[in-house]
């Protein structure tokens, strides 16, 4: 896509999805259609957590105390925290942080609450806004200062084996997650430099959005010990000895709407996947003066008999040109349209446009109609991830030539290279290319026998290199 950014962002506004005007940089306003796709996509979200996590809610803000108790996690986050240091004029006796994260907040209670083994796994999360003061570049729902929508998990566990293996289920459940939304990722382990604060490991979830820069949309944390012995988080295990816990967290943003749109839309503008779109069908009744009772009384049965198959169903009634109808909901997305006006209901029929191909499918307007439509939007779910998968996949090169890389990666593509997993080596090849590890993609059987893209020694990983955001 030529120019990316400034698509995004008419998006937002003429998608009605966001107010990037708010008087605060990196701090925005949901708007009415961009807060119903949010909330679609929350609803899928707690869906799959409330399986087996319990929802909470903790407060916003973290005495410094607290925060600046785990030294590596603060030093990771200390250029990113807003303080409020007041109350009214009174200068507080102990600042406090507006949460960048809520480990802080969340785990000197977990430290109140577990004590026996009877007490383990515990896995809550909670869906709050978090503030990060980021000094790079802000874009709305990319990269933001307030974080309107953090999704955080975090479990405490046994033994470090049950951690591990929630580490995969986490990873499992954003998979499905990003699957109904159709968005296609790599997973990839972190390197050690740009792990989370405080983690032993980090597993990421990256999108590769239109302009060929990858986005990181969700981050799974295996924290080992490190939280539970700074904030005393222990058990009684069967054996009756007090042993500290293991623990896990996750955590999604603001970036998955950005990836909806970033993903799956086009020239013309949004194309929502049917999971998550406010309206799964527009209506847009062709009125003239004759038959015009006629046409909105059918418009609104049908939108009756849809609406109980669990269909969400919007009439565009408005008093404006059909023409101007069609442009606004082909930018906002709508997965399909149908018209109908006074010759169509003489003729017993209605057009149906798709908006993920352009597709146009006349149907006889009677009791197969519901059916029919239903299997239309459901075919829609299904090709716009299957082309989102596939030019995904188209963009995955790999390279065994460190000269290459730029050019590929200058051309829309994430690199797959062969590396030795060494911190020198790395920082090496993202100094010499000018672009970031993502992460170990898989590590490699001793018989493959491949070198080090860098260095020529026996490779460990094939890793993945792109140009991020
Ligand atoms: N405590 C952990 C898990 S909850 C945590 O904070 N992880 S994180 O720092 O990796 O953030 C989780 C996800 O939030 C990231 O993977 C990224 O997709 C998103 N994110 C981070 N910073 C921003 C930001 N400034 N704007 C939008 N999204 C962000």
Redesign the pocket.
């Given at each position: 896509m030529e120019n990316f950014s400034e698509w995004f962002h008419e998006i937002l506004d003429k998608g009605d999805i966001m107010d990037s005007r708010y008087p605060i940089k990196?701090m925005n306003v949901w708007l009415p259609y961009g807060f119903k796709i949010r909330k679609y996509t929350l609803e899928l979200l707690k869906e799959l957590f409330d399986r087996d996590h319990d929802e909470v809610l903790f407060p916003l803000l973290i005495p410094e105390e607290e925060l600046a108790k785990e030294g590596i996690h603060v030093k990771g986050f200390e250029e990113e925290v807003y303080w409020v240091t007041h109350g009214g004029s009174k200068e507080l006796n102990e600042k406090l942080a507006l949460r960048?994260?809520?480990?802080t907040a969340i785990y000197p209670m977990f430290a109140l609450w577990i004590r026996s083994h009877i007490d383990l796994p515990m896995k809550y999360y909670q869906i709050v806004n978090?503030f990060?003061y980021?000094t790079k570049h802000?874009r709305p729902?990319?990269?933001?200062?307030e974080?309107s929508t953090?999704?955080?998990?975090?479990t405490v566990h046994a033994t470090k084996e049950e951690s591990e293996a929630q580490v995969e289920d986490a990873i499992e459940l954003y998979k499905e997650f990003f699957d109904y939304l159709g968005i296609p990722y790599v997973i990839s382990k972190r390197p050690e430099w740009d792990k989370?604060p405080g983690?032993d490991y980090?597993m990421?979830?990256d999108a590769l959005m239109k302009d060929g820069k990858t986005?990181?949309?969700?981050?799974?944390?295996n924290l080992g010990q490190t939280f539970a012995k700074t904030f005393d988080i222990t058990f009684e295990n069967e054996e009756g000895k007090h042993v500290y816990a293991y623990q896990t967290?996750?955590?999604?943003?603001?970036?998955i709407i950005?990836s909806i749109i970033g993903i799956h839309g086009d020239e013309k503008g949004l194309i929502l996947p049917p999971s998550v779109s406010p309206n799964h069908i527009t209506i847009i009744p062709i009125l003239f003066k004759e038959g015009k009772e006629e046409v909105l009384e059918k418009c609104q049965t049908l939108k009756e008999e849809f609406e109980a198959e669990g269909v969400r169903v919007h009439i565009d009634d408005r008093d404006i040109r059909p023409g101007k109808k069609f442009y606004d909901w082909e930018i906002k997305g709508t997965p399909v349209k149908l018209e109908i006006g006074p010759r169509d209901l003489k003729e017993n029929k209605t057009i149906i446009t798709r908006r993920d191909n352009g597709e146009k499918i006349e149907l006889p307007l009677d009791e197969t109609v519901i059916d029919s439509v239903i299997d239309i939007i459901e075919d829609v779910n299904v090709s716009i991830s299957n082309k989102a998968w596939e030019n995904h996949e188209d963009s995955i090169k790999i390279s065994e030539d460190l000269d290459e890389i730029p050019k590929l990666i200058k051309e829309g593509n994430i690199v797959g290279f062969y590396w030795n997993g060494k911190e020198d080596s790395g920082k090496a090849i993202e100094e010499e290319t000018d672009y970031d590890i993502l992460g170990t993609y898989n590590e490699l059987d001793s018989d493959e026998n491949k070198k080090c893209i860098y260095s020529g020694e026996d490779a460990k990983y094939l890793a993945l290199i792109a140009k991020t955001y």
């Open positions: 990196g960048p994260t809520s480990e978090t990060r980021e802000t729902l990319i990269r933001v200062r974080i953090f999704k955080e998990a975090h989370f983690a980090t990421a979830f986005l990181q949309i969700g981050t799974v944390h967290c996750c955590g999604l943003s603001d970036r950005a």
